[in-house]
């Protein structure tokens, strides 16, 4: 069983860094999809970017492309998300989320699975950015 720890989160001016870690451990399966998530007060949670353990690419919603870049460090099992020109509307619960031997439509996952998709969750931590 994989567990998942978040670490890194706080509170932030507009136009601020972050840089949030997970650390997983347990990994038993050849291949994961990590993810972060973010949920807004009163909103639905959604995807913010993810990692394919096998492929080793990342993909990103459009809201944060350009200021978001996730890593992935092999060697600690760790899951970063830097965060950067962070907007008030960033402001949530982000959360890590993984999912071994994830299943994507003619085998190759070109694009982030969505929250129902992942079994494994961290417990999240708060990041609020200020105007």
């Known amino acids: 069983q994989v567990y998942l720890t978040e670490s890194g989160g706080g509170s932030v001016q507009a136009g601020g860094s972050l840089r949030l870690s997970c650390q997983a451990s347990g990994y038993t399966y050849s291949s994961y999809s990590l993810a972060w998530f973010r949920q807004a007060p009163g909103k639905e949670r959604e995807a913010v970017g993810c990692?394919?353990?096998?492929?080793?690419?990342?993909y990103y919603a459009d809201s944060v492309k350009g200021r978001f870049t996730i890593t992935h460090d092999n060697a600690k099992t760790t899951l970063y998300l830097q965060m950067n020109n962070l907007k008030p509307e960033d402001t949530g619960v982000y959360t890590c989320a993984a999912e071994p031997q994830p299943f994507c439509d003619g085998g190759y996952c070109s694009a982030c699975l969505g929250e129902h998709d992942h079994s494994i969750w961290g417990q999240g931590t708060q990041v609020t950015v200020s105007s």
């Open positions: 990692f394919y353990t096998d492929t080793t690419k990342t």
